[in-house]
């Protein structure tokens, strides 16, 4: 997996807001690594304990390399919400999130970093992990688009899991809007503009000020 992150990024996965001007060729290339890695972990089948921990593995590297990318999610939604016969479905991509999400859970947070995400610690600022945000924010977005049509409450658990331990990592400054300007990060921005298309924005703000004991402005 990180191979194939390694590729797409950050040579093939342009960065920026206009997501309409990428050039097809690129958004090609994107979307055959993106296929890739998902047909690794899901078309292997674990025939003895050695498969069964490399597909854990598997499936774990799929959400910290992958689903750490920014933005993509443009590309993965629609592999996922295409009807079958369309070119993206060829194939027949069968995913067990459940199972995917569980992987990462248990494969990657250690139990010092669980224990502080369930007593309520904030971490400090400096302390955050840009991948763990976009983590959050990509499976936020595809439960929101996506699981919660295709999955029980009891499935959905490990997906929850999982924005529960990478939450944390969220920086406030993408929830002050008095700080946004057009010399803004752009990783800042990406994750704003993805957030806000689920959220109530300024509700949300003004939540994640007091959180963090912050006046945060409430212009949107």
């Known amino acids: 997996m990180k191979a194939i992150r390694d590729w797409l990024y950050p040579k093939r996965i342009e960065i920026h807001q206009s997501f309409e001007s990428i050039s097809h060729e690129k958004k090609r290339f994107v979307n055959q690594g993106l296929r890739l890695s998902l047909q690794l972990f899901s078309e292997f089948k674990a025939a ?3 498969d069964y921990d ?11 390399q992958i689903l750490s990318l920014p933005t993509i999610n443009r590309y993965l939604l629609p592999m996922l919400t295409k009807t079958p016969k369309s070119e993206a479905q060829k194939g027949d991509l069968k995913i067990d999130f459940k199972l995917l ?5 248990f494969d ?8 502080s995400t369930a007593m309520g ?14 983590i959050f924010a990509n499976t936020f977005e595809l439960l929101h688009c996506h699981l919660v049509r295709c999955m029980d409450a009891f499935q959905m658990y490990p997906v929850l899991q999982c924005l529960e331990v990478t939450v944390g990592h969220l920086s406030r400054s993408i929830f002050d809007m008095q700080r946004s300007s057009i010399d803004e990060y752009i990783m800042t921005l990406l994750l704003r503009n993805q957030l806000r298309s689920i959220l109530e924005f300024e509700t949300t703000s003004k939540l994640f000020g007091t959180i963090f004991g912050e006046r945060v402005s409430l212009k949107t």
């Open 48 to 50: 003895n304990q050695q």
């Open 54 to 64: 490399l597909s854990i593995n598997l499936q774990s590297g799929f959400v910290s």
């Open 101 to 105: 999400f569980s992987s990462y859970y």
């Open 121 to 134: 610690e904030l971490m400090v600022e400096t302390s955050k992990d840009e991948r763990q945000m976009f």
């Open 108 to 115: 990657k947070v250690s139990a010092e970093e669980s224990k």
